[in-house]
């Protein structure tokens, strides 16, 4: 069975600009996560998706927004970019909305802001 | 929001060391998962510990769960070269929604 996958892997940008990041989970899994990951602040929870509705969203600013499509597939997107939104962004998806679900992670896009 | 924090951050030994990581929080967990992470990949997810006292065993990996639901540790023994990478523990809060300790970074030399 195919893990997660997330395309770009890498991307460069420049202050200002935006990007889209995609996010395809393990087949039949409705949930999807995504995180940011930078070396002074860890692993930090941004928003999850569940059948195309945000359900949580972490303490982000509204540049940070995604969407989860009909075939469970999302996309996070960041507008007006910043020096500080370099970073590895992961994504991560689980079959159902339980306290102990385990959460498949994929490999990250490494987003850098020049 | 709860904050959980990693001890130590970084951890270098040599290969067939033993070695215990800790995780900490400020008030009680409703379950705890350990996950480690390589270069270049997300996180794994090793075990999730639910009831206070909880101890699991995966191979060389032990991982317990305090009493009192705050605190876990993981302990490897025989560290070996394959064991390096970042292990982190997180809380599964409602929603999928998982909030990480800062890591402790493992290098283990052969």
């Known amino acids: 069975k195919a893990g997660v996958t997330q395309t770009p892997r890498y991307l460069i940008k420049t202050r200002g600009q935006q990007v889209t990041l995609s996010c395809s989970p393990i087949?039949?899994?409705?949930?999807v996560s995504w995180y940011q990951q930078t070396p002074g602040q860890g692993l930090q929870f941004l928003f999850e998706?569940?059948?195309?509705?945000?359900?949580n969203k972490g303490n982000f600013p509204g540049r940070f927004s995604g969407r989860q499509f009909s075939n469970s597939r999302s996309e996070m997107n960041v507008s007006t970019l910043e020096l500080g939104d370099s970073a590895l962004y992961l994504c991560?998806?689980?079959?159902?909305?339980?306290?102990?679900?385990?959460?498949?992670f994929g490999p990250g896009t490494r987003l850098t802001v020049l | 929001t709860q904050l959980l924090e990693q001890s130590p951050q970084f951890l270098s030994i040599q290969e067939g060391e033993n070695l215990t990581v800790y995780c900490n929080s400020s008030?009680?967990?409703?379950?705890l998962q350990w996950y480690r992470q390589e270069p270049g990949e997300g996180p794994v997810l090793l075990v999730t510990?639910?009831?206070?006292?909880e101890v699991k065993k995966l191979k060389r990996l032990t991982f317990q769960f305090g009493d009192a639901r705050k605190d876990s540790s993981l302990h490897i023994t025989a560290a070996q070269p394959g064991d390096t990478g970042l292990y982190l523990c997180?809380?599964?809060?409602?929603?999928?929604?998982?909030?990480f300790g800062g890591g402790t970074r493992l290098m283990v030399k052969p």
């Open positions: 087949s039949g899994h409705r949930s």
């Open positions: 991560a998806s689980s079959l159902e909305l339980q306290l102990y679900n385990e959460q498949f």
């Open positions: 997180a809380e599964n809060n409602a929603g999928n929604m998982l909030t």
């Open positions: 008030s009680v967990f409703s379950s």
């Open positions: 998706y569940f059948s195309e509705t945000q359900r």
């Open positions: 510990v639910v009831t206070g006292g």
